[in-house]
């Protein structure tokens, strides 16, 4: 199965219908793959639902809008230079108004680990493709946190670079003075990889150590558990010299882009369409972007010479560190919380985001564990053109590998703590596809046996992420007939995890239906 067909099987398989507005027929996509030649060669690509891509149209996810392109946007052209084959566009934010994924008439894309749960925006289907495999990485666009915040949702990178850094003709705009276009990937790596596709990069600036870190004496309240999951990303970065930042300048000035006149600058980009069509655009979007035009233009100018003022403030005192690090967004609220309070639940999510733009800065953000079960991230943020500094800041940190526990190791059971004492952290509860079955073995403790089979069914299962180094010590513990090999999960990835070696299967009881390790344990209960 090449990657192109694994990518539509995936797409089938995951039955996510929102994440897309238009994909390409899988032939065509074939045939590209098949031609495709230079660095990015074998690596798939979504494209989010505003940036052009010829033979699909462009919607900004409001089909009224639409219209068909005659060529690729600038960075879509230079990533198809580079090998890179487009899959297909994805939904967003209408006219990229919002943090939250659920303001499309294609429908909210549900996050990728929890589809009770916002994928974030406006660059939602972008991020959840990556976050489910079914691409290698997506272009999404990024003017007050869009690249970012749906990153930290669904576990994986946003890179947003300086502005500049990647041409945005052909880009819907949604404040043309800030917009950039943003890349998805699944490892920093990858995301800085597709930037030196996309761009004509600086040099990257020579990371020295240790290397000075900014992080905000007061971040405000943010969801039960996430404080401390901040805390203990920070004191992940190995060399780091820790400064302390005053955050209010920056915080002054991400309330200016929506609460000020910045906002105006949507209404010059799309506001008379929208007064023309109003019965055709989502409510919130139309009533945010039309409001605007009554800003009045005096207090624009007052607002640029308070960001002027705010500006050289906190660039001040980002020139005394390498860079920021923050939690990238506050809280990773659920649908029906969007759906109840649409404008206050989104303003909320953008209090670390919304300044980035308004000073020029670049912008890295990363997964950083977990709270709850759900993706933690942070972001890096630095100057202008720091893009290569912040990228080699973040590779600073330990690698880390996952690892699908099925039985003895899972949460509460005897060798849980093999994993607990490696530094190992729950990421999710999850299953198996269902593909699978289970064996009670006769082991001292009691395991169970997981195999692969045509007739198996979904089977519990904890992920788990431990150090690289300390996988490596873990799966060397494991007696026999325990194994280490990939097991596919519920939504279609693939991770380490726990299988066994088919001899210990004579005579062992076959306990797959109960579907899982402890249902089985407590069955006689």
């Known amino acids: 199965m090449n990657r192109v067909t694994q990518a539509y099987e995936r797409i089938r398989r995951v039955d996510r219908p929102e994440i897309w507005i238009d994909l390409r027929p899988e032939a065509d996509v074939q045939a590209e793959f098949a031609a495709a030649t230079g660095p990015l060669a ?3 690509f979504a494209v989010k639902g505003n940036i052009d891509v010829a033979g699909l149209p462009t919607t900004a996810a409001c089909p009224a809008y639409q219209y068909q392109p005659v060529e690729d946007a600038a960075v879509v052209a230079r990533l198809r230079a580079a090998g890179a084959v487009v899959v297909g566009t994805t939904n967003m934010d209408q006219f990229a108004t919002g943090l939250v994924g659920t303001r499309s008439p294609y429908g909210a894309v549900r996050n990728a680990i929890d589809p009770e749960r916002v994928s974030g925006g406006s660059s939602s289907g972008s991020a959840v493709a990556v976050a489910l495999g079914i691409v290698d990485f997506s272009l999404g666009t990024d003017t007050a946190g869009s690249g970012r915040v749906p990153a930290a949702f669904n576990g994986i990178v ?5 502005y500049g850094l990647i041409p945005t003709d052909g880009v819907v705009p949604a404040c043309r003075s800030l917009d950039c276009v943003s890349i998805f990937a699944r490892t920093v790596a990858e995301a800085s990889q ?13 990371l020295s150590l240790p290397y000075r870190l900014g992080v905000p004496a007061e971040l405000g309240e943010l969801a039960p558990g996430w404080a401390e999951a901040f805390k203990v990303a920070v004191e992940r970065f190995p060399g780091a010299s820790l400064v302390p930042i005053d955050l209010e300048p920056f915080l002054a000035a991400a309330r200016l882009l929506y609460e000020g006149a910045f906002v105006a600058e949507r209404y010059t980009a799309v506001g008379e369409f929208i007064d023309a069509h109003r019965s055709e655009v989502d409510p919130i979007v139309g009533g945010i972007i039309s409001a605007a035009k009554d800003v009045p233009a005096h207090r ?3 607002d640029q010479e308070v960001l002027a003022r705010l500006r050289s403030i906190a660039l001040g ?25 649409p404008v206050g639940v989104n303003a909320r999510l953008g209090r670390f985001t919304n300044f980035a733009n308004l000073f020029g800065l670049a912008a890295l953000a990363i997964p950083a564990g977990t709270v709850d079960g759900l993706p933690f991230g942070i972001s890096l943020l630095g100057e202008g053109f720091s893009d290569g500094l912040l990228a080699s800041i973040a590779g600073t940190l330990p690698a880390t590998a ?5 039985g003895a190791h899972l949460s509460g059971q005897p060798l849980n703590n093999e994993l607990v004492s490696r530094g190992g952290v729950l990421v999710r509860d999850t299953t198996t596809a269902a593909a699978y079955r289970l064996y009670a073995l006769d082991t001292t403790p009691p395991k169970p046996g997981l195999v692969r089979s045509d007739d198996g069914a979904a089977i519990v299962a904890e992920v788990w992420e431990l150090p690289l180094d300390a996988f490596g010590s873990f799966v060397a513990s494991l007696p026999s007939p325990m194994a280490i090999g990939r097991v596919e999960l519920a939504d ?4 380490p995890g726990f299988t066994c070696e088919r001899y210990a299967l004579e005579g062992a009881e076959d306990i797959t239906s109960y579907g899982g390790w402890r249902p089985y344990l407590t069955r006689a209960l």
């Open 42 to 44: 074998g690596k798939l």
């Open 402 to 406: 996952k690892v699908a526990v099925v």
């Open 194 to 206: 597709v930037l030196a596709c996309a761009s004509q990069q600086p040099p990257t600036p020579v």
């Open 300 to 302: 624009l100018f007052a």
């Open 492 to 495: 279609g990835t693939w991770v």
């Open 317 to 341: 005192q980002l020139s005394t560190v390498d860079a920021l690090v923050l939690p990238t967004t506050v809280a990773h609220p659920t649908i029906a919380e969007v759906a109840a309070d």
């Open 158 to 162: 946003g890179l947003k670079p300086t």
